[in-house]
């Protein structure tokens, strides 16, 4: 992992998202979060699959087809 000043990254944009392709790289920046800059996997990305499943979550949430969790200590128990 390498970690840069945004100075640096401006300077040798080309050099570090070539370097991204092989590690992560960091972007610090001053008072704010650093930026992670890397090549994504296909198991970043959520599949056709995943995307409707969570649509079809939403709209069970909507038409309030959801269980109240009476007990935290047993969850079972509302569940089932």
């Known amino acids: 992992m390498q ?3 945004t100075r640096e990254f401006r300077a040798n944009q080309k050099k ?3 370097l991204a ?5 960091l ?3 001053r008072n704010k979060a ?3 800059i890397f ?3 296909d198991e970043d990305f959520l599949t056709k699959k995943e995307i409707e499943s969570i649509g079809r979550g939403f709209e069970e ?3 309030g087809k959801t269980i109240r969790i009476e007990n935290m200590e047993n969850i ?3 569940i089932l």
């Open 61 to 63: 949430i909507r038409e």
């Open 3 to 5: 970690i840069i000043t």
């Open 34 to 36: 650093p930026v992670a």
């Open 39 to 41: 090549t994504p996997s």
């Open 16 to 18: 570090y998202f070539e």
């Open 76 to 78: 079972w128990e509302s």
């Open 27 to 29: 972007v610090s920046r």
């Open 21 to 25: 392709e092989k590690e992560i790289v």
